[in-house]
């Protein structure tokens, strides 16, 4: 670890993503801290449950010596999938857990987090460290956060997401609008406030298509489901609908007026949820995209190629990036930390592109007339 000896390096976004470079670099020894703008580790929604892929999120907990932990915290069965149309008629119904390099098993956002967490030294992870800016003078980066505080690092790595503000200090390319807009929903105490729904899961996940819309649900282990119903839309169509998202009435009409025409058993969800509603506009980064490295700043995850979800590469890729960064900086084959970067990064957006070519190409057909013969064609 030649290049990074005696360098202090700054991880900003304590994601999947963030948390698993942390882990593999201090296993080496590297002098690293994690800056994460939430206040505590519960201070937002999980969100929904994580397939991790063999060859990366899973290498990636393989590689940081956390398979027992991830053995012991993942949930058998929740990989079950059914595919149903809009009238809530079952087409398939598998588990993709097939073991080895095909298995996803899935794990709620919570547990892994918690794994990595407990992995990492005491003081890694600095809370309450909402990114504001960052300067450098003789090639050390002064970074300020929102709570008035100031770090310094030999080496910045965004990990912070979507909407990066670091990012921009590398390139000032931009997301494209992937047509498709969504709505995050929750549901707690499934078995009571959702029975039917709680059936129609049985543990798993429900992939719902008609009318070019989508509706997907996810069972967690806490006994709650998230549910993201998505269709095409214009760019501005949350500001243009009128619609508070924080109105469950309102939000539940709305539902049944887009979704006409779909089974009634889809409105408990909506009318049995908890909290407010998150619309997303989904946006995916230019294929095409390149920038010139730099010897003391790259990125990461969502930050450095973002994408829409339903390829369910996300979290996969982010921790895939952490274990080629981690060897890059590493591996004292490169001459400094600028060749080692360079290295990852060329990897890294390769990589990244063919995924989301893939990616856009599955989003545009779940949202399709085509959607259900599509999934049915990918083998469930």
């Known amino acids: 670890m030649r290049n990074i000896q005696d360098k202090k390096i700054a991880i900003v976004g304590g994601g999947p993503g963030g948390l698993t470079l942390a882990r593999l670099l201090q296993m080496k020894g590297a002098d690293v801290n994690v800056y994460e703008r939430d206040a505590h580790a519960d ?3 999980k969100g929904a449950t994580l397939d991790l892929h063999y060859e990366s999120g899973l290498r990636a907990l393989r590689e940081g010596g956390l398979m027992d932990e991830f053995n012991a915290n993942y949930r058998p069965g929740a990989d ?3 595919l149903m149309d809009m009238y809530a008629n079952s087409i398939l119904e598998e588990n993709v857990d097939g073991g080895g390099e095909y298995a996803r098993p899935e794990i709620d956002r919570g547990p892994l987090q918690q794994i990595l967490l407990e992995s990492l030294q005491p003081g890694t992870v600095i809370w309450d460290s909402h990114f504001v800016s960052m300067n450098q003078k003789n090639g050390v980066w002064k970074l300020e956060f929102k709570n008035g505080t100031e770090a310094f690092a030999d080496i910045v790595i965004a990990a912070d997401g979507t909407n990066s503000k670091i990012r921009p200090y590398l390139t000032d390319i931009k997301p494209f609008y992937s047509g498709i807009t969504a709505i995050e929903g929750a549901v707690y105490d499934l078995v009571i406030n959702a029975p039917n729904i709680h059936k129609l899961l049985n543990g798993g996940k429900i992939f719902a298509f008609g009318d070019s819309k989508s509706l997907i649900v996810g069972a967690k282990g806490d006994g709650s489901l998230v549910f993201y119903p ?13 619609l508070d998202f924080n109105n469950k009435d309102q939000i539940t009409d709305w539902f049944k007026t887009a979704y006409g025409g779909w089974d009634d058993v889809w409105q408990e969800l909506f ?3 908890t909290g407010q509603f998150i619309p997303r506009p989904l946006y995916c980064m230019p294929f095409d995209q390149t920038w010139d490295a730099q010897p003391n700043l790259t990125m990461l995850g969502d930050a450095a190629h973002l994408m829409p979800p339903f390829a369910g590469e996300g979290v996969n ?5 952490a274990v080629e960064l981690s060897n890059c900086l590493l591996d004292d084959s490169y001459a400094d930390t600028h060749a080692a970067i360079a290295a990852f990064e060329q990897e890294m957006r390769t990589r990244a592109a063919e995924t989301a070519q893939i990616t856009m190409v599955s989003t545009e057909a779940l949202h399709s007339p085509e959607a259900i013969g599509f999934m049915m064609s990918l083998g469930g």
């Open 271 to 273: 009318e049995n949820s």
């Open 80 to 82: 079950r999938m059914h």
């Open 43 to 45: 201070a937002r929604p």
């Open 230 to 242: 998505s269709f095409n839309a214009d760019e501005k169509w949350i500001e243009q609908s009128g």
């Open 317 to 321: 890729m982010a921790m895939l990036d």
